[in-house]
């Protein structure tokens, strides 16, 4: 059974970094290129970053590129998201994917709001 948990989610202000992590489980994690959504409140879900399986590639939404970036432990089966300079509008739940075994598996998301 594929299970995806994310981690790292807070309260901070305007300007600081955060970093999120995701662990996984029930796949073969090296295998599979890995991605972080988020949705922010009333909005539908946008896709944030992504992250090939070996790590090499990446590619971000244009609306994080530059501040944030994508990265992963194959050893640690986990996937970190390093947000600097964060924004009021970036204030989401932060969620991680994976299309594995025919589906989309989503983790519970982790809660970032960023206020002053």
């Known amino acids: 059974q594929v299970q995806l948990v994310e981690s790292g989610g807070g309260l901070v202000p305007p300007g600081v970094s955060l970093r999120l992590s995701c662990t996984s489980s029930g796949f073969t994690f090296s295998n599979y290129a890995m991605n972080w959504y988020r949705q922010a409140p009333g909005k539908e879900r946008e896709w944030v970053a992504t992250i090939a399986d070996s790590g090499i590639n990446t590619a971000y939404a244009d609306s994080v590129k530059g501040r944030f970036t994508i990265s992963r432990d194959n050893t640690r089966n986990t996937v970190n998201l390093q947000m600097s300079s964060l924004r009021p509008e970036d204030t989401a739940v932060y969620s991680c994917?994976?299309?594995?075994?025919?589906?989309?598996?989503w983790g519970q998301g982790t809660r970032v709001t960023v206020s002053s």
């Open positions: 994917s994976v299309y594995a075994y025919g589906r989309e598996t």
